[in-house]
């Protein structure tokens, strides 16, 4: 046998590792014996695999999925790994944040302070009238949804330079629950000045991006104006439930799909700053 190779259960060994855990590594493609003999299917491996398994090991702790441990094994030096490894963890403690906020926000619930909550959203009713949208529709995750809104929001705004301009404040509506489980759909909405030349403008897209227009009637909306940081999940979850809270207690009920206002300039905006209109179509 080359000197060069160890048998599984030595290198098992000497990586601090089951001969079990280094199977299933060869599995999932994250470390491949260096040979395997033809006839008995034993495996052996090189001693410079030792660090590549105890580092394998090592990030499947972090719960990091297959692929980006992968990526950060397989990268062409310590810098690039390590950099992707902190651009892995960066991702974790984003969620994790998300997930304290939210199990605060639940344990509010929970603990019956909800009205506490809503309390501090000041609700109103507001008269829109007629729009001529042009929209855009998709089914999307909550991940996904924040990075959608700002690109279909950006090309509608882009394409409402030939139906006669933007007419309007642009807004999300959600035509069914959008979380972590649910897709929706979303549609993406700007009002536009001109139906005739935005008619046109959607016969020239066809079915590419769910595109459409469509016309909205003069109605009412029960919203709350809430700030950068609010929009985030879950704080506007809040915001949605004291609005809906707000109309139960003034006998309205909802006329439409609730809706994401952004009157404000996102990228120009600071957390505290005021972005977005929570609303509900009522009657």
Same mark, same amino acid.
């Given at each position: 046998?080359?000197?060069?190779?160890?048998?599984?259960?030595?290198?098992?060994?000497?990586?601090?590792?089951?001969?079990?855990?280094?199977?299933?590594?060869?599995?999932?493609?994250?470390?491949?014996?260096?040979?395997?003999?033809?006839?008995?299917?034993y495996r052996f491996y090189r001693t410079s695999q030792v660090e590549r398994?105890?580092?394998?090991?090592?990030?499947?702790?972090?719960?990091?999925?297959?692929?980006?441990?992968?990526?950060?094994?397989?990268?062409?030096?310590?810098?690039?790994?390590?950099?992707?490894?902190?651009?892995?963890?960066?991702?974790?403690?984003?969620?994790?944040?998300?997930?304290?906020?939210?199990?605060?926000?639940?344990?509010?619930?929970?603990?019956?302070?909800?009205?506490?909550?809503? =309390?501090?959203?000041?609700?109103?009713? %507001?008269? +829109?009238?007629?729009?001529?949208?042009?929209?855009? &529709? *998709?089914? $999307?995750? !909550?991940?996904?949804?924040?990075?959608?809104?700002?690109?279909?929001?950006?090309?509608?705004?882009?394409?409402?330079?030939?139906?006669?301009?933007?007419?309007?404040?642009?807004?999300?509506?959600?035509?069914?629950e959008v979380s972590t489980e649910s897709d929706g759909p979303a549609e993406?909405?700007?009002?536009?000045?001109?139906?005739?030349?935005?008619?046109?403008?959607?016969?020239?897209? =066809?079915?590419?991006?769910?595109?459409? %227009?469509? +016309?909205?009637?003069?109605?009412?909306?029960?919203? &709350? *104006?809430? $700030?950068? !940081?609010?929009?985030?999940?879950?704080q506007i979850l809040a915001a949605f439930e004291a609005v809906e809270q707000?109309?139960?207690?003034?006998?309205?009920?909802?006329?439409?799909?609730?809706?994401?206002?952004?009157?404000?300039?996102?990228?120009?905006?600071?957390?505290?700053?005021?972005?977005?209109?929570?609303?509900?179509?009522?009657?």
């Open positions: 046998m080359d000197e060069e190779l160890l048998g599984i259960g030595a290198f098992a060994a000497r990586a601090r590792l089951s001969a079990k855990a280094l199977r299933l590594y060869d599995r999932l493609g994250l470390l491949a014996p260096a040979r395997v003999d033809e006839v008995t299917g398994a105890r580092t394998v090991a090592l990030l499947r702790q972090l719960d990091m999925p297959l692929a980006r441990i992968a990526e950060v094994v397989d990268a062409d030096d310590g810098v690039v790994a390590a950099g992707r490894l902190a651009a892995y963890w960066a991702d974790v403690e984003a969620r994790l944040a998300g997930q304290r906020t939210l199990a605060e926000y639940l344990r509010g619930r929970l603990s019956g302070r909800s009205s506490e909550m809503y =309390g501090k959203f000041v609700v109103e009713t %507001v008269d +829109v009238p007629r729009q001529v949208l042009i929209t855009e &529709t *998709r089914h $999307t995750l !909550a991940d996904e949804l924040p990075a959608w809104i700002g690109s279909a929001l950006g090309r509608l705004e882009e394409a409402a330079s030939v139906c006669g301009g933007v007419a309007g404040v642009p807004f999300v509506a959600y035509h069914s993406a909405c700007v009002p536009v000045a001109d139906e005739a030349a935005a008619r046109a403008w959607a016969a020239a897209q =066809g079915r590419a991006r769910s595109t459409a %227009v469509r +016309v909205e009637p003069a109605q009412r909306l029960a919203r &709350t *104006r809430i $700030t950068k !940081a609010q929009v985030a999940h879950p707000w109309m139960a207690a003034e006998g309205l009920t909802a006329a439409g799909p609730c809706r994401e206002v952004y009157f404000a300039d996102w990228d120009a905006a600071g957390a505290e700053d005021p972005v977005c209109d929570v609303a509900f179509p009522v009657r």
